[in-house]
């Protein structure tokens, strides 16, 4: 059973910074490309950023220049560090992660969310 358990997220003030965290565990053979989607009420779910496994990445037009995202293929972690922060960027947060099993198989998994609110 794979999971991926999201931490890092809360209130912040306008301009102010956070730092999410999601760990994948499990049985499985490794983690492929990996991610942050975000979702505001009553709107569609969005790709905020992905990494691959080699460090490629890809950002939504919105958080370029101020969100990064890393990863740690050791721990099987990836990071999103999120900089000079905006009310638009208030959301749920969801990791997002391909992960390959022994059989070759290959399924995205999701994690429960984390809340960001950016709010003075």
């Known amino acids: 059973q794979v999971q991926l358990v999201e931490s890092g997220g809360g209130l912040v003030q306008p301009g102010g910074s956070l730092r999410l965290s999601c760990v994948a565990s499990g049985r499985f053979l490794r983690v492929n490309v990996m991610g942050w989607y975000r979702q505001a009420p009553g709107k569609q779910r969005e790709l905020v950023a992905s990494?691959?496994?080699?460090?490629?990445?890809n950002y939504a037009d919105s958080v370029k220049d101020r969100f990064t995202i890393s990863r740690d293929n050791d721990k099987n972690t990836v990071y999103l560090q999120m900089n000079s922060l905006k009310p638009e960027d208030t959301a749920v947060y969801y990791c997002?992660?391909?992960?390959?099993?022994?059989?070759?198989?290959?399924?995205?998994?999701w994690g429960q969310g984390t809340q960001v609110t950016v709010s003075s």
């Open positions: 990494i691959t496994v080699f460090g490629s990445t």
């Open positions: 997002n992660a391909g992960i390959t099993f022994w059989d070759v198989s290959t399924r995205p998994y």
